[in-house]
T-cell receptor
């Protein structure tokens, strides 16, 4: 079993829909990261959180430390949100363990 | 401020050769981490350098090595290339502390024939 599991693996939705991507981890962490990867490979760090909730524009990330679970939400989704979203856990300060990614497609 | 740069962006090598990839972090960033991304294994941590010292290492064979220079630029080297080493190699930099966000470079796509 992977140390970091994401669901769903693939998600297709219509523009405007509310999107939720889930991440469960089995390791102790110092932080949990959400990353976005567009076709071509470039990765952008969306959030780094160790407790509670963070919001940036239409993106919201939450984490429940006791349940070892995090969610990434996208409100009012748009085709430009189409990308692979990756959850990564930091079991130690310098290391990241990655989930397999969720491929999100938003249709106009 | 310039972002993380990686050179070269694309590289084709043959089995048995060795390769050196370069990463220049954002100015002022002292930590550089390297990752390998393949379709089968996804993203995997290779190693992390801070102030010219390797602080952490992933589960990769000794053919994978790296170093960091006094200006924080980092190189990774893969010797005796295998077909399975074909991957996107990403580096990421951050200021120094453990709680700082990482900034990723565009990656080097290595193809081993």
């Amino acid at each position: 079993k992977n140390e970091v599991e994401q669901s769903p693996q693939n998600l297709t939705a219509q523009e405007g829909e509310f999107i939720t991507i889930n991440c469960s981890y089995s390791v102790g962490i110092s932080a949990l990261h959400w990353l976005q990867q567009h076709p071509g490979g470039g990765i952008v760090s969306l959030f780094m959180l160790s407790s509670g909730k963070k919001k940036h524009g239409r993106l919201i990330a939450t984490i429940n430390i006791q349940e070892k679970h995090s969610s990434l939400h996208i409100t009012a989704s748009h085709p430009r949100d189409s990308a692979v979203y990756i959850c990564a856990a930091s079991p130690s300060a310098q290391k990241l363990v990655f989930g397999q990614g969720t491929r999100l497609t938003i249709n106009p | 401020k310039a972002g993380v740069t990686q050179t070269p962006r694309y590289l084709i090598k043959t089995r048995g050769q060795q390769v050196t990839l370069s990463c220049s972090p954002i100015s002022g960033h002292r930590s550089v981490s390297w990752y390998q991304q393949t379709p089968g294994q996804g993203l995997q941590f290779l190693f992390e350098y801070f102030s010219e010292t390797q602080r952490n290492k992933g589960n990769f064979p000794g053919r994978f090595s790296g170093r960091q220079f006094s200006n924080s630029r980092s190189e990774m080297n893969v010797s005796t290339l295998e077909l399975g080493d074909s991957a996107l190699y990403l580096c990421a930099s951050r200021l120094q502390g453990t709680d700082n966000e990482q900034f990723f470079g565009p990656g080097t796509r290595l193809t081993v024939l």
